[in-house]
């Protein structure tokens, strides 16, 4: 076990040498990025909700009743967002 030395005169160290070894500062690297996929054109895909649900009571003694829709198709970057209430109370 020891140092080697590389053409050049770069040191490698072998594990147990790495491991002992302590580094201070700051190390960058820079380079070209490989080449990325043209972005797509966005195809809007608008919010639907879906249909309401029943009636059910809110409890106490108040009266109220309440129903409820969840979201059946989110909107993607491009779409519109879903617009109105998914919770009525009566």
């Not at 580094?23 to 080449?35: I, K, R, S, T």
């Not at 972005?39 to 919010?47: E, G, N, R, S, W």
């Not at 969840?70 to 617009?83: D, Q, T």
């Amino acid at each position: 076990a020891g140092d080697l030395m590389q053409p050049g005169g770069v040191e490698v160290l072998d594990g147990a040498e790495f491991a002992k070894h302590v580094c201070h500062g700051v190390d960058q690297e820079f380079g070209a990025c490989p080449p990325e996929e043209p972005c797509k054109p966005c195809v809007p895909q608008d919010c639907e909700f879906a249909e309401w649900g029943s009636w059910y009571d809110g409890g106490g003694c108040v009266g109220l009743r309440f129903r409820q829709r969840e979201v059946k198709i989110a909107a993607n970057e491009c779409g519109k967002p879903c617009n109105g209430s998914k919770v009525e109370s009566k």
